[in-house]
């Protein structure tokens, strides 16, 4: 019997601003383009399938995430994850990425999504694979791990709601004004 579930889009939303905050682990001089496309990327998802809270819920952690990146890039100083990202390193197998880049795609394809979100949608897709080794994974035939990365990523989004109501998201780009 096959365990294979389908993500829902607060999943497909989850999963990728998780990657997009893990990118931000590895700033030094500038947020990397990625980041801000992933992030495009992700409001056109929550726009497109209509998430709600849950949808602004991840934008604005991973606003939080970006302007507290760029207030390390602009003055050294470095401020904890929102969210311990240790309790979640959702490594997605072949199955699970071949379905956030199916979902990315079925996204892009709505007609309410607009050109820059498609070519948003597009280049998301394209750092999952590059990011996870999907080509990798598929060559390995790895077990489909979706359903426990699934439950994993609803536990995420509700550490994320728990960590925004007990600190209210900046706006980004007004990190670097803050004064030591």
């Not at 947020?31 to 992030?39: F, K, N, S």
């Not at 929550?46 to 939080?64: I, S």
């Not at 892009?108 to 080509?135: I, K, W, Y």
């Not at 035939?141 to 900046?170: C, F, M, S, Y």
Request: aromatic share 4%; with cysteine; proline share 5%.
């Amino acid at each position: 019997m096959s365990t294979q579930t389908r993500f829902t889009p607060t999943e497909v939303c989850t999963l990728v601003a998780h990657e997009a905050v893990s990118m931000l682990d590895t700033v030094q001089t500038e947020i990397p383009q990625c980041v801000r496309e992933c992030r495009t990327a992700l409001e056109a998802l929550t726009t497109v399938h209509d998430l709600g809270e849950d949808g602004k819920a991840l934008l604005d952690w991973l606003d939080t995430e970006i302007a507290n990146a760029e207030l390390y890039v602009t003055n050294g100083r470095n401020l904890p994850y929102l969210i311990d990202m240790t309790c979640l390193n959702p490594e997605p197998d072949a199955a699970a990425q071949m379905d956030l880049i199916w979902a990315l795609f079925e996204t892009a394809a709505m007609e309410e999504c607009r050109p820059e979100q498609r070519q948003a949608l597009l280049n998301a897709a394209r750092m999952v694979t590059e990011m996870c080794g999907l080509d990798d994974l598929i060559l390995a035939t790895i077990k489909p791990n979706t359903a426990k990365l699934a439950a994993g990523l609803r536990d995420e989004l509700d550490d994320v709601h728990t960590a925004l109501q007990a600190n209210p998201a900046p706006r980004i780009g007004t990190a670097h004004q803050e004064t030591g």
